[in-house]
């Protein structure tokens, strides 16, 4: 499972540190792609592998489900870590998230999501979160 909060930066080449304790979980090559509220999502191989199921599995004459697979595959990229732990991070995907220096990483059960620091320090969620809680007892949280 993935938890925690790191800060890191991107250099000039788009590469990025990826924490050791994330790294040890995600395995030698796994997918980065475009997330949701203007992050990236980062999947281990086999958590990629359940979602890409799902997204095949949606009905094609559907075109919410249509717009969603093409929003999470188009940008999608299988990555590898050098021997330094970085990664290159596509610029299509540096430019959606507006990554280009300091970013956070943080875990979040089953996938890791990096996020420009501005935004994530300027995140309304903690605002809101008595009332997202209480949304979540219908989730069965």
């Known amino acids: 499972m993935f938890m925690g909060e790191y800060n890191h930066?991107?250099?000039?080449?788009?590469?990025?540190?990826?924490?050791?304790?994330?790294?040890?979980?995600?395995?030698?090559?796994?997918?980065?792609?475009?997330?949701?509220?203007?992050?990236?999502?980062?999947?281990?191989?086999?958590?990629?592998?359940?979602?890409?199921?799902?997204?095949?599995?949606?009905p094609l004459t559907n075109k919410d489900a249509r717009a969603f697979a093409r929003y999470m595959l188009a940008g999608a990229a299988e990555v590898e870590p050098d021997k330094?732990?970085?990664?290159?991070?596509?610029?299509?995907?540096?430019?959606?998230?507006?990554?280009?220096?300091?970013v956070v990483l943080i875990g979040v059960a089953s996938r890791v999501e990096i996020w420009n620091k501005d935004k994530w320090n300027n995140a309304s969620f903690a605002d809101d979160m008595d009332e997202i809680a209480e949304k979540m007892a219908d989730l069965g949280i």
């Open 9 to 58: 930066t991107v250099d000039e080449k788009g590469r990025l540190i990826i924490p050791s304790k994330f790294r040890e979980e995600l395995g030698d090559s796994f997918v980065v792609t475009k997330g949701l509220d203007g992050c990236l999502f980062v999947y281990p191989e086999d958590e990629w592998k359940v979602l890409e199921d799902k997204l095949r599995a949606l």
């Open 84 to 102: 330094q732990g970085r990664i290159l991070i596509p610029q299509v995907l540096r430019t959606f998230a507006e990554l280009d220096k300091d």
